[in-house]
C-alpha cells in the first residue's frame, strides 16, 4: 500500500510541475511571449467580454486589490487590458480587456482545451467519464485541505470555477 501511496503522490506532482513548465515553454515562445503565467491567469479572471471591478477579480484571484493594481499596471503597459473608474461611482474602477487580450485569453484557454482533450482522446467514453468523476474528486478533496489549512475568509477560486463564472456571464 504504502508503494501505491507513494507512486500516486509523485504523479500528482510531477503532473501539476509539467502542466506548469509546458504551459510556460508554450507560452515563451508563442505570440505573447511577453506574458508571465500568472498575468495570463489574470486575464483569464478578468474575462474576454464585460468590464469587471478591481475588487471582483482580487477576490477570484485570491490576492489584493493592492496586489491586483500592480499586475493591472503591467498589463496596461503591455496593452492587455484597459483601467476605467465607473460612470455612476467613481470610486469603483472597472477593468477589462483590450483586442489583444481577448486573442491572449482565447489562445490560453484554447492551450488547456487541447491538453484536456489529448489526454482524454486515448479512452472510451466509459474511461473518459470515470477519469473525470476521479479528478473532480481529487479537486474537492484538495479543495477541503486548502480550505482546511486557510485562515482566509475568501480562498482563490479555481480555475473551473473562474471558467464557469465567465461562461455564466456569457449567457
Known amino acids: 500500500m504504502q508503494n501505491e501511496q507513494k507512486d500516486f503522490s509523485l504523479?500528482?506532482?510531477?503532473?501539476?510541475?509539467n502542466v506548469l513548465l509546458t504551459e510556460e515553454e508554450a507560452l515563451s515562445k508563442g505570440y505573447f511571449s511577453d506574458l508571465s503565467i500568472a498575468e495570463l491567469h489574470t486575464l483569464d479572471a478578468i474575462g474576454p467580454y464585460e468590464a469587471r471591478t478591481m475588487t471582483e477579480t482580487a477576490n477570484d484571484l485570491g490576492i489584493t486589490t493592492g496586489t491586483l493594481t500592480v499586475a493591472i499596471d503591467r498589463l496596461l503597459k503591455?496593452?492587455?487590458?484597459?483601467r476605467d473608474r465607473d460612470t455612476v461611482d467613481r470610486r469603483i474602477v472597472r477593468i477589462s480587456l483590450t483586442k489583444n487580450g481577448k486573442l491572449a485569453c482565447r489562445i490560453h484557454q484554447k492551450f488547456h482545451s487541447v491538453l484536456a482533450q489529448r489526454i482524454l482522446d486515448p479512452y472510451t467514453p466509459e474511461e473518459r467519464a470515470m477519469l473525470i468523476k476521479m479528478t473532480n474528486e481529487i479537486d474537492e478533496f484538495v479543495k477541503s485541505q486548502l480550505l482546511r489549512y486557510s485562515d482566509k475568509k475568501q480562498i482563490r477560486k479555481t480555475?473551473?470555477?473562474?471558467?464557469?463564472d465567465n461562461r455564466r456571464r456569457i449567457e
Do not use: C, P, Q
Not at 11 to 17: A, M, N, T
Not at 159 to 164: I, P, R, T
Open 78 to 82: 503591455k496593452g492587455y487590458v484597459t
Open 159 to 164: 480555475a473551473h470555477e473562474v471558467a464557469n
Open 11 to 17: 504523479s500528482l506532482v510531477r503532473i501539476f510541475d
